[in-house]
């Protein structure tokens, strides 16, 4: 019971506010491998200190954006937050400073305690290849290995280029480290797929050179206690092409490896595929199934089935999958966006104007579609869901359409945005950008997810564009199952923050 | 509860929420809004007027407009306005006012009402006040209401508010703040944690004069009191509920696993599962946290008492009057859930329904036509993807257990669930010895 305060501005608060204002370095969310947001992170420049150095503060907050943490950190003025994640015993933050020869891993426990300090070498150069490698989507510098420690990646510079594969444990166990060979020719790069309390499971890529378009793939199981090669599987483009984009870990510890198969000589990144498949293999290497699933004979049929009006489409046009889930009882669901070349009739145009200068040609986007296979990866349905149609413009070095697709989502220009999965309530929710043409009424941009459970789907949309036409819509990732939507009004200069619960309702009473 | 009196406002209860219900705007704009405008104009011009000194011009920035800035709350719906309330509330300020009438100048003064379950009070240092609908709920005795009034009266006396802005901008703008800015500004290196250093010293400042400042207030507020009939005992019950209130708060019992049971549809335990946080610590872990952040905004309660008891001898006369303060406190319990569910506060609706029909403070229609229009808005914000806006989410360094249940809870529920548990919920009180249309409509909305 006191005098009520009322809001003192003066010119002097004014200073102070002026003196304490904070720029934002980087900013980004704490995700596990799938794709559960477990936090996020503000790392903001505080302070100037002598001698080059700055204070920072590592703002963190939990999966419900309340915070939890403001710790202190003193480095480099050039230092950027590059990479973090959880394991669920300590959390790990990347550092990367130009100026320096190495990368910085801070790790704290779950009482906030730094309790490791660790560098690890790596040139400006190879720090340019592993920022690259990162931006495009082929490579995680950080991978969790739950409960356990943490896989740190990075680019090598040997004779080629190769990798580095460092485990720091968070257990008590033993630091290990697994990297390229240091006298081959090749360009080599690597990237963790899957762990658990026994094994690491990591793809690793190929390529002759810069400017070569033929990449080999090769899987690489490793003991996680001590980074034991304990076997290996070629995919080479001469014998048996694939491009593998998925890898579970069965409760035997079966390996199971999906992705897209190709004849033999074939260029995984170029040519058609073959259709899908699912290896599983023992961890002594030995090969206990091999399913496939070819596009002529199976798919076709199962999609003209899906999808009546399709007429036959898929001879005149692609899927590109995005993600393979595997669910509990076994089954898995396959998940792409279908796509073709066409040419742009502006595109045209403005080539023809400029002498051959512009593109002429683009990606198509249209549907969604989920394959159904079962524990055998036996084909049983296909789903299709319909969204607006996406034209992106497509450089004119991307002459195959299969190719100009691995360009267009390498830079995110698919409506797919991530998927995650639920395995306690044995569901997975995939999201997407749609634009909704929507007759009597203004075209919309939309945040859909489709959610699967119990063989059904259902769908949830989110509009980005508001009412309020001052206001600026972002759906981000959230924790399993909902999203984080931030409300930009630039009249008011206001800020709205919410985590929000996707919406199924498919008879989920009792 | 008295049952004559609680039945007679059994149906003003059910035409007042029903009404509520369809244009609840009525509560929170006064009929006479146009004198009332007029009202804190003219003490906004009385107060700019009275404001002298070598920081006048920027005292007066301060209180310019805050006329216009209490309009706009006003229409915001921040405070409630109910003639019976204001009826009952005026008997006691009569009472207040007659008995100190040649110390007091109340021709200027005005109650709001503020629209809040904390319980608090305040005075703006112009003749305005407020009273929160939490601090009606937390007495029981016109005797306990009635020594607040007269403690914020006294900081008015003792122009508290005036001379707390006076001083804060005297610090701020003071040749010795002015040089450790400029030496701030100077330093090439640590400018941040040397301007932190400087604002908690301010704060700590600001913060250590509440304590002095609210003890005088309970000081020269008991002198007031002492002049009426009421029983100077309850001086020291009034602060004593205050401290009480502080750790009980939020903190009833709330058993959501029972009241969300039903036969129908049985409540599921995962419902209140809770999920791993990062860090496994009790509070915040801030490497920049300022020592004057740890301050009590409110002074030690326990401190006051002793304070009161050292200057006063307090006798208890054993009388103590509730002419008044029942017929405010039955309005505002129910005003305070109907704010809440209007405000779309739907975690202190629920908390306040269950822990107020649990205590006997509201009846079981009431209760049932409230958590059915709760469930209706909490199916209607989940669908639009809006219920976090409203209803925060759970904080584990929160000391709100109940609520943060509460919060779980509705985030944790699936949007078919939700519909489930009201069409259990309105079929189990329908066909109660009670017509309420709020159930069927409701019960209509979850099975379309």
Same mark, same amino acid.
Request: with cysteine; glycine share 6%.
């Given at each position: 019971?006191?005098?009520?305060?009322?809001?003192?501005?003066?010119?002097?608060?004014?200073?102070?506010?002026?003196?304490?204002?904070?720029?934002?370095?980087?900013?980004?969310?704490?995700?596990?491998?799938?794709?559960? @947001?477990?936090?996020?992170?503000?790392?903001?420049?505080?302070?100037?200190?002598?001698?080059?150095?700055?204070?920072?503060?590592?703002?963190?907050?939990?999966?419900?954006?309340?915070?939890?943490?403001?710790?202190?950190?003193?480095?480099?003025?050039? @230092?950027?937050?590059?990479?973090?994640?959880?394991?669920?015993?300590?959390?790990?933050?990347?550092?990367?400073?130009?100026?320096?020869?190495?990368?910085?891993?801070?790790?704290?426990?779950?009482?906030?305690?730094?309790?490791? !300090?660790?560098?690890?070498?790596?040139?400006?150069?190879?720090?340019?290849?592993?920022?690259?490698?990162?931006?495009?989507?082929?490579?995680?510098?950080?991978?969790?290995? *739950?409960?356990?420690?943490?896989?740190?990646?990075?680019?090598?510079? !040997?004779?080629?280029?190769?990798?580095?594969?460092?485990?720091?444990?968070?257990?008590?166990?033993?630091?290990?480290?697994?990297?390229?060979?240091?006298?081959?020719?090749?360009?080599?790069?690597?990237?963790?797929?899957?762990?658990?309390?026994?094994?690491?499971?990591?793809?690793?890529?190929?390529?002759?050179?810069?400017?070569?378009?033929?990449?080999?793939?090769?899987?690489?199981?490793?003991?996680?206690?001590?980074?034991?090669?304990?076997?290996?599987?070629?995919?080479?483009?001469?014998? *048996?092409?694939?491009?593998?984009?998925?890898?579970?870990?069965?409760?035997?510890?079966?390996?199971?490896?999906?992705?897209?198969?190709?004849?033999?000589?074939?260029?995984?990144?170029?040519?058609?595929?073959?259709?899908?498949?699912?290896?599983?293999?023992?961890?002594?290497?030995?090969?206990?199934? &091999?399913?496939?699933?070819?596009?002529?004979?199976?798919?076709?049929?199962?999609?003209?089935?899906?999808?009546? #009006? &399709?007429?036959?489409?898929?001879?005149?046009?692609?899927?590109?999958?995005?993600?393979?889930?595997?669910?509990?009882?076994?089954?898995?669901?396959?998940?792409?966006?279908?796509?073709? #070349?066409?040419?742009?009739?502006?595109?045209?145009?403005?080539?023809?104007?400029?002498?051959?200068?512009?593109?002429?040609?683009?990606?198509?986007?249209? &549907?969604?579609?989920?394959?159904?296979?079962?524990?055998?990866?036996?084909?049983?349905?296909?789903?299709?869901?319909?969204?607006?149609?996406?034209?992106?413009?497509?450089?004119?070095?991307?002459?195959?359409?299969?190719?100009?697709?691995?360009?267009?989502?390498?830079? %995110?220009?698919?409506?797919?945005?991530?998927?995650?999965? *639920?395995?306690?309530?044995?569901?997975?929710?995939?999201?997407?950008?749609?634009?909704?043409?929507?007759?009597?009424?203004?075209?919309?941009?939309?945040?859909?997810?489709?959610?699967?459970?119990? %063989?059904?789907?259902?769908?949830?949309?989110?509009?980005?564009?508001?009412?309020?036409?001052?206001?600026?819509?972002?759906?981000?990732?959230?924790?399993?199952?909902?999203?984080?939507?931030?409300?930009?009004?630039?009249? $008011?200069?206001?800020?709205?923050?919410?985590?929000?619960?996707? !919406?199924?309702?498919?008879?989920?009473?009792? | 509860?008295?049952?004559?009196?609680?039945?007679?406002?059994?149906?003003?209860?059910?035409?007042?929420?029903?009404?509520?219900?369809?244009?609840?705007?009525?509560?929170?704009?006064? $009929?006479?809004?146009?004198?009332?405008?007029?009202?804190?104009?003219?003490?906004?011009?009385?107060?700019?007027?009275?404001?002298?000194?070598?920081?006048?011009?920027?005292?007066?920035?301060?209180?310019?407009?805050?006329? @216009?800035?209490?309009?706009?709350?006003?229409?915001?719906?921040?405070?409630?306005?109910?003639?019976?309330?204001?009826?009952?509330?005026?008997?006691?300020?009569?009472?207040?006012?007659?008995?100190?009438?040649?110390?007091?100048?109340?021709?200027?003064?005005?109650?709001?009402?503020?629209?809040?379950?904390?319980?608090?009070?305040?005075?703006?240092?112009?003749?305005?006040?407020?009273?929160?609908? %939490?601090?009606?709920?937390?007495?029981?005795?016109?005797?306990?209401?009635?020594?607040?009034?007269?403690?914020?009266?006294?900081?008015?006396?003792? &122009?508290?508010?005036?001379?707390?802005?006076?001083?804060?901008?005297?610090?701020?703008?003071?040749?010795?703040?002015?040089?450790?800015? #400029?030496?701030?500004?100077?330093?090439?290196?640590?400018?941040?944690?040397?301007?932190?250093?400087?604002?908690?010293?301010?704060?700590?400042?600001?913060?250590?004069?509440?304590?002095?400042?609210?003890?005088?207030? *309970?000081?020269?507020?008991?002198?007031?009191? =002492?002049?009426?009939?009421?029983?100077?005992?309850?001086?020291?019950?009034?602060?004593?509920?205050?401290?009480?209130?502080?750790?009980?708060?939020?903190?009833?019992?709330?058993?959501?696993?029972?009241?969300?049971?039903?036969?129908?549809?049985?409540?599921?335990?995962?419902?209140?599962?809770?999920?791993?946080?990062?860090?496994?610590?009790?509070?915040?872990?801030?490497?920049?946290?300022?020592?004057?952040?740890?301050? $009590?905004?409110?002074?030690?309660?326990?401190?006051?008492? #002793?304070?009161?008891?050292?200057?006063?001898?307090?006798?208890?006369? =054993? =009388?103590?009057?509730? !002419?008044?303060?029942?017929?405010?406190?039955?309005?505002?319990?129910? =005003?305070?859930?109907?704010?809440?569910?209007?405000?779309?506060?739907?975690?202190?609706?629920?908390?306040?329904?269950?822990?107020?029909?649990?205590?006997?403070?509201?009846?079981?229609?009431?209760?049932?036509?409230?958590?059915?229009?709760?469930?209706?808005?909490?199916?209607?914000?989940?669908?639009?993807?809006?219920?976090?806006?409203?209803?925060?989410?759970?904080?584990?360094?929160?000391?709100?257990?109940?609520?943060?249940?509460?919060?779980?809870?509705?985030?944790?529920?699936?949007?078919?669930?939700?519909?489930?548990?009201?069409?259990?919920?309105?079929?189990?009180?329908?066909? $109660?010895?009670?017509?309420?249309?709020?159930?069927?409509?409701?019960?209509?909305?979850?099975?379309?």
């Amino acid at each position: 019971m006191a005098g009520v305060s009322i809001s003192i501005v003066s010119a002097q608060e004014k200073k102070i506010s002026d003196l304490t204002s904070f720029k934002l370095r980087n900013s980004g969310t704490l995700m596990d491998k799938e794709m559960d @947001v477990d936090g996020y992170y503000l790392f903001y420049e505080m302070d100037k200190l002598k001698k080059g150095q700055r204070e920072f503060s590592i703002q963190m907050m939990d999966k419900n954006l309340n915070e939890i943490a403001n710790k202190s950190y003193v480095d480099h003025k050039n @230092v950027s937050l590059v990479d973090s994640k959880f394991n669920n015993q300590a959390l790990l933050f990347a550092f990367s400073n130009p100026g320096s020869e190495n990368y910085k891993a801070i790790i704290f426990d779950r009482n906030a305690n730094e309790v490791q !300090n660790i560098e690890i070498p790596s040139n400006k150069k190879e720090k340019q290849w592993m920022s690259q490698l990162m931006a495009q989507g082929q490579a995680n510098m950080i991978f969790t290995v *739950d409960n356990k420690g943490f896989l740190f990646n990075h680019v090598i510079d !040997n004779k080629k280029i190769g990798y580095g594969l460092k485990y720091i444990p968070t257990d008590g166990g033993n630091a290990w480290e697994y990297n390229s060979p240091t006298d081959v020719k090749e360009i080599k790069m690597i990237n963790p797929i899957e762990a658990n309390d026994k094994v690491v499971i990591a793809l690793e890529m190929t390529k002759k050179s810069m400017l070569s378009g033929s990449v080999s793939m090769r899987i690489v199981v490793l003991d996680v206690n001590n980074g034991k090669l304990l076997f290996d599987r070629d995919y080479s483009r001469k014998d *048996d092409p694939r491009f593998i984009t998925n890898a579970f870990l069965k409760d035997d510890n079966s390996l199971v490896l999906l992705g897209e198969y190709f004849k033999s000589g074939d260029n995984i990144f170029k040519d058609k595929s073959l259709g899908l498949f699912a290896e599983t293999t023992d961890l002594n290497g030995n090969k206990l199934n &091999d399913s496939k699933v070819s596009w002529e004979d199976k798919i076709g049929k199962i999609m003209a089935e899906a999808d009546p #009006k &399709d007429d036959n489409k898929m001879s005149k046009g692609y899927i590109y999958f995005h993600d393979i889930i595997r669910n509990q009882d076994g089954s898995y669901y396959a998940i792409g966006e279908r796509y073709k #070349k066409t040419i742009s009739a502006g595109g045209l145009a403005m080539t023809m104007l400029s002498r051959g200068a512009g593109n002429s040609t683009q990606l198509t986007i249209t &549907d969604a579609v989920m394959f159904k296979f079962d524990k055998d990866f036996s084909l049983l349905d296909a789903e299709v869901i319909t969204k607006g149609k996406s034209r992106i413009p497509i450089p004119g070095a991307f002459t195959g359409p299969q190719l100009a697709a691995h360009y267009i989502n390498a830079i %995110g220009g698919f409506d797919y945005q991530f998927t995650q999965i *639920d395995t306690k309530r044995d569901r997975f929710y995939s999201s997407f950008i749609d634009y909704e043409r929507i007759k009597g009424d203004k075209n919309k941009w939309s945040f859909t997810t489709l959610m699967h459970q119990d %063989g059904k789907f259902a769908k949830d949309k989110i509009y980005l564009d508001t009412p309020n036409k001052s206001t600026y819509r972002r759906v981000l990732p959230g924790k399993l199952g909902h999203v984080v939507i931030m409300d930009y009004d630039k009249k $008011e200069k206001s800020l709205d923050i919410h985590l929000e619960k996707l !919406n199924f309702e498919i008879g989920l009473s009792k | 509860m008295n049952k004559t009196c609680f039945l007679s406002f059994f149906a003003f209860f059910i035409s007042f929420f029903a009404l509520a219900q369809n244009s609840s705007d009525n509560v929170y704009i006064p $009929e006479n809004f146009n004198s009332i405008k007029k009202y804190l104009s003219i003490i906004n011009e009385k107060q700019l007027k009275k404001v002298e000194g070598p920081y006048a011009s920027k005292i007066k920035k301060i209180y310019k407009d805050r006329d @216009v800035k209490m309009t706009e709350a006003i229409e915001d719906s921040v405070y409630f306005f109910n003639p019976i309330l204001k009826e009952n509330l005026d008997a006691i300020l009569q009472s207040v006012y007659i008995a100190s009438d040649a110390y007091i100048e109340h021709n200027d003064f005005y109650f709001f009402v503020k629209n809040s379950t904390l319980p608090n009070a305040g005075c703006y240092g112009d003749g305005s006040y407020e009273i929160s609908l %939490g601090l009606f709920n937390l007495y029981d005795t016109d005797d306990e209401l009635a020594f607040v009034i007269c403690h914020e009266i006294a900081h008015d006396i003792l &122009d508290h508010s005036f001379r707390k802005i006076n001083n804060t901008v005297s610090e701020l703008n003071s040749k010795e703040t002015k040089q450790k800015i #400029k030496t701030i500004e100077r330093n090439k290196y640590g400018q941040t944690r040397a301007s932190l250093a400087l604002i908690n010293e301010l704060n700590t400042d600001f913060l250590s004069h509440s304590k002095e400042v609210e003890s005088q207030a *309970d000081s020269l507020g008991f002198v007031l009191f =002492q002049k009426t009939r009421y029983n100077p005992v309850k001086a020291l019950t009034a602060l004593r509920k205050l401290k009480t209130e502080e750790d009980r708060f939020f903190n009833f019992p709330i058993h959501l696993d029972s009241v969300f049971n039903f036969k129908t549809y049985p409540f599921k335990s995962f419902w209140l599962e809770e999920e791993m946080t990062i860090f496994n610590t009790e509070e915040k872990i801030d490497d920049f946290k300022m020592s004057s952040e740890d301050e $009590e905004t409110h002074p030690e309660i326990d401190f006051r008492i #002793k304070q009161l008891e050292e200057q006063f001898t307090i006798v208890d006369n =054993q =009388q103590s009057e509730n !002419n008044y303060l029942k017929s405010i406190s039955e309005i505002s319990i129910s =005003q305070s859930i109907v704010s809440s569910i209007d405000s779309n506060l739907f975690d202190l609706a629920i908390y306040q329904l269950i822990r107020k029909y649990n205590l006997g403070f509201i009846t079981e229609e009431f209760y049932v036509s409230a958590m059915a229009t709760v469930l209706t808005k909490v199916y209607k914000a989940k669908k639009n993807h809006e219920l976090g806006s409203y209803v925060p989410r759970k904080n584990g360094f929160s000391s709100e257990s109940e609520l943060n249940k509460i919060r779980l809870f509705l985030h944790n529920l699936e949007l078919g669930e939700v519909r489930n548990i009201g069409i259990a919920f309105c079929q189990k009180y329908l066909g $109660e010895n009670y017509q309420n249309q709020t159930i069927n409509q409701s019960l209509t909305f979850f099975k379309l």
